[in-house]
């Protein structure tokens, strides 16, 4: 029973360029959203977050964006950097106290 | 220094034995997890424990036993060890029950032969 769905195993996107990471729920009680980044051998990063009161939250060259009819969030990262190259998890909880399901990730690779 | 550390960070063993992964955190956190990481990439919540106390415990075989003797402390130990139990577990901590972002160790990669 997976309710926090991220379709694409992997992406790569030139330096520079955009990269969109998507990520699908299928919980509507789901108010609270999380991206985390991983690099090999290292636990996941917090990197950025949003509420459902809210459809988009910017941090530098973060963005994330929530359409909640659609139950889909995507992470922006513009411009894309080398150092961005890791495994995404999306993340969601909602009012069953502070569970979090997570995706089974998204690596992005960027290219010089 | 470390904000969650856990040990041992590899562990080989042979099945049906019995071992423990310790983990501390040293944020001040009342909330502490053990999340299992799966050869699918799944993560997935196993225990959590807020101020010592048992506050989730998803569908995990008893085998699985944590144990919080502080806050900043939750071990898991893993009884008869099975061929599936091989994965990396993960430790995290949240500032407080219900809300948060989670901060991870660097995870514990279990291999059971």
């Known amino acids: 029973d997976q309710q926090v769905k991220q379709n694409s195993p992997s992406l790569s996107v030139q330096e520079g360029r955009i990269s969109i990471l998507n990520c699908d729920y299928t919980?509507?009680?789901?108010?609270?959203f999380l991206w985390y980044k991983k690099y090999p051998a290292e636990g996941p990063t917090f990197l950025i977050s949003?509420?459902?009161?809210?459809d988009k939250n910017e941090d530098g060259r973060f963005t994330v964006f929530l359409n909640k009819s659609a139950k889909h969030l995507s992470l922006h990262i513009v411009p894309s950097q080398p150092g961005d190259s890791a495994v995404y998890f999306c993340?969601?909880?909602?009012?069953?106290?502070?569970?979090?399901?997570f995706g089974t990730g998204t690596s992005l690779t960027v290219i010089p | 220094d470390t904000a969650v550390s856990q040990t041992p960070k590899y562990l080989v063993t042979q099945m049906g034995n019995d071992k423990s992964i310790k983990c501390e955190q040293n944020?001040?956190?009342?909330?502490m997890y053990w999340y299992k990481q799966d050869s699918k990439k799944f993560l997935k919540i196993m225990f959590s424990?807020?101020?010592?106390?048992?506050?989730i415990n998803e569908t995990v075989p008893n085998r699985f036993s944590p144990k919080s003797p502080d806050k900043a402390h939750l071990n898991l130990h893993i009884n008869s060890l099975e061929l599936g139990d091989s994965a990396v577990y993960f430790c995290?901590?949240?500032?407080?029950?219900?809300?948060?972002?989670?901060?991870f160790g660097e995870g514990s990669r279990l291999t059971v032969l």
């Open positions: 995290a901590s949240s500032q407080f029950h219900g809300g948060g972002e989670l901060f």
């Open positions: 919980n509507s009680m789901f108010d609270y």
């Open positions: 949003i509420s459902s009161i809210k």
């Open positions: 993340a969601a909880s909602g009012d069953t106290g502070n569970q979090f399901y």
């Open positions: 944020l001040g956190h009342d909330t």
């Open positions: 424990y807020n101020n010592k106390e048992l506050i």
